[in-house]
């Protein structure tokens, strides 16, 4: 029998080939086992990954919607701060204008006061005093010019403050529209899905972004806001509350005054009228005793001339008896008659002499000081003229009192947020 020829390789034993299949064999479960813990762990892995990401997406929802209602919150906060704001603003507003309608109604009686002082300047000689009248009339100005400059000051402490209130609600509608604006983008994130047709693969989507701030900073800058907005209210509302009780506080100081300065014209017109009535009436009677006292001079002087006449026939008698001749060149009764005859007259024509002299200088006196009257009694009407002229000038006053209600010219100003209903006086 011939031999079948051999391969040249390497021929290996039963014992090595059950080796090899039992290898085989081996290896195939150990890679099927790992291929299951593998598969396992990686389905495993799935569902986690799934549950996380579906409990982050969740979880952002959520964080979005509670960042959502924190936005809402402040934004209510600052739109409900904003109005108050506003009324706050036309309140001080109305009382700016209502101070300033006080400020302006004090211009009439200033001039009237004024006007009145320099009529009663136009008073001359012992009529040009410094009576009650003229103590009134300055301290109504001086209380005047003090209500003024009290008014002036409330009225620029106003618009001061609503300059401030400008501005924090300013900042308040800054912030409003921020907040708004950041409530449409976190409203806008909260609405998308997996399936949104919008969403896609941003580049460095987990930067920083520069200029932003900390959840403590966010808050603190609309709470800071807030406390200024509210600051400057609780200030605007005690400039109005100090305004409203000065306006009338010096409204019943010049009423007062006024009412005082009244009664001081009234008494010294009075007082003049009677002073002029005692002077016509002192007047009428010296003119009455200057006509008496011209008549006695006429008298007295046509006395003294009929007494000179007598005085003539006595000298005239005596001297024509002195050229009697002789022993009847006599002292008898008749000389010592006709002598003291000539005495008599001479000292009843000196007694006559000294009395006429005196009344024609009681006369003289009495024309000056008539003349005197007369010019005192000019100036005594044309003082009481000048006091008519000045009640007349007061009347005035009862035709521009000082009320709240007198229009005055306004001008618009517009807020930060387009409102223009708000309106302060033109300056």
């Known amino acids: 029998m011939s031999s079948l020829p ?12 059950c080796s090899h299949n039992h290898q085989l064999s081996a290896t195939a479960q150990h890679q099927r086992h790992v291929s299951n813990v593998i598969r396992q762990e990686g389905r495993s892995l799935l569902n986690e990954t799934n549950c996380k990401t579906t409990w982050d997406e969740s979880d952002i929802s959520r964080r979005l919607g509670d960042r959502v209602w924190d936005v809402a919150r402040w934004k209510d906060v600052l739109e409900s701060c904003a109005r108050k704001v506003d009324v706050e603003m036309e309140a001080l507003t109305l009382s700016k204008e209502r101070t300033e309608q006080a400020l302006a109604a004090t211009a009439v009686p200033l001039e009237v006061s004024a006007e009145c002082l320099t009529l009663r300047e136009g008073r001359r000689g012992y009529e040009l005093v410094n009576d009650p009248v003229d103590e009134q009339l300055r301290r109504e100005v001086e209380l005047i010019e003090r209500a003024q400059l009290v008014l002036q000051r409330h009225v620029d402490k106003a618009f001061e403050q609503l300059c401030v209130l400008q501005e924090a609600r300013h900042r308040l509608t800054a912030d409003l529209q921020n907040k708004m604006e950041a409530l449409d983008i976190d409203m806008s994130c909260l609405s998308l899905t997996i399936k949104s047709p919008l969403i896609s693969l941003k580049s460095n989507p987990t ?3 520069s200029g932003s701030s900390t959840p403590q900073e966010w808050v603190q800058f609309s709470q800071y806001n807030v406390a200024c907005a509210q600051e400057a209210m609780q200030v605007s509302q005690q400039t109005r509350a100090d305004v409203s009780l000065i306006r009338p506080q010096l409204r019943s100081e010049l009423e007062n005054q006024h009412r005082a300065t009244e009664f001081a014209i009234r008494k010294r017109n009075h007082h003049e009228e009677q002073a002029q009535h005692e002077l016509e009436w002192q007047k009428k009677k010296t003119e009455d005793e200057m006509a008496e006292m011209e008549s006695d001079i006429c008298g007295l002087d046509a006395d003294l001339q009929a007494k000179t006449a007598s005085l003539k026939l006595a000298h005239t008698r005596l001297e024509t008896r002195t050229t009697r001749p002789g022993v009847d060149l006599c002292r008898d009764e008749v000389q010592y008659g006709l ?6 007259l001479e000292a009843t024509m000196k007694a006559l002499e000294q009395k006429l002299s005196e009344e024609q200088n009681s006369l003289q006196k009495m024309k ?10 000019s100036r005594k009407r044309e003082a009481l003229s000048l006091e008519q002229r000045s009640m007349n000038t007061r009347d005035r006053l009862a035709s521009a009192p000082v009320t709240d209600r007198t229009p005055v010219l306004l001008v618009p100003l517009a807020n930060s947020s387009g409102r223009s209903n708000l309106r302060l006086l033109a300056q």
């Open 368 to 377: 000056l000081h008539h003349s005197r009257m007369l010019l005192d009694l």
């Open 339 to 344: 002598i003291a005859e000539v005495q008599q």
């Open 6 to 17: 051999v391969k040249p390789c390497l021929h290996h034993s039963v014992s090595e080939w």
């Open 207 to 209: 930067r920083i972004p």
